[in-house]
């Protein structure tokens, strides 16, 4: 499961929530960070924004309209089992989408499904009509009580 919002949240480098929030937050926190912490941890999952180093401002993703506060309030959440495939998420500050908002980008690597490299195991085709022959039969009998 992926969750990409403005959870106008704030998340500081908590030591305790190391392995949900990551070491590289924007280093403030609000109200929501609680709130946003205790959804992350009881559905197993890590913001993903906060894992990855940048200067910070690659981190910012929002800008109040006079210029005087940044704040990283917008998150991406992934699943914890899936944050391996993931190698980069960063905000670019040079897109025209919102002049508040910056646009956020996530990396990830593409995991093909192994399904399709397994060999099918194909079933084995018997010839009925050879079973008409007593010797064929009373031999294939014989192999099927040894089995």
């Known amino acids: 499961m ?3 919002d403005d959870f106008n949240s704030k998340v500081d480098d908590e030591v305790e929530f190391r ?5 590289y937050s924007f280093m403030s926190t609000n109200d929501n960070s609680n709130r946003l912490i205790n959804f992350v941890v009881s559905h197993d999952m890590v913001i993903d924004s906060t ?5 910070d401002i690659h981190k910012i993703a929002w800008r ?3 210029g ?4 990283q309030i917008n998150h991406m959440l992934i699943d914890s089992r899936h ?7 960063r905000t670019y500050r040079r897109t025209n989408i919102n002049f508040n908002y910056y646009l956020m980008i ?5 995991m093909i ?3 399709s490299k397994v060999k099918k195991i194909c079933s084995v085709r018997f010839k009925r009509r050879k079973l008409k022959d007593p010797r064929i039969r009373e031999k294939y009998q014989m192999n099927i009580k040894k089995k």
Do not use: P
């Open 113 to 115: 499904s192994l399904e």
């Open 2 to 4: 992926q969750i990409m």
């Open 106 to 110: 996530r990396k990830f690597r593409e």
């Open 64 to 66: 109040s309209t006079d």
């Open 83 to 89: 944050f391996t495939k993931h190698l980069d998420v």
């Open 51 to 55: 894992m990855f180093q940048h200067r």
């Open 19 to 23: 392995s949900v929030i990551g070491k």
């Open 68 to 71: 005087s506060h940044n704040n």
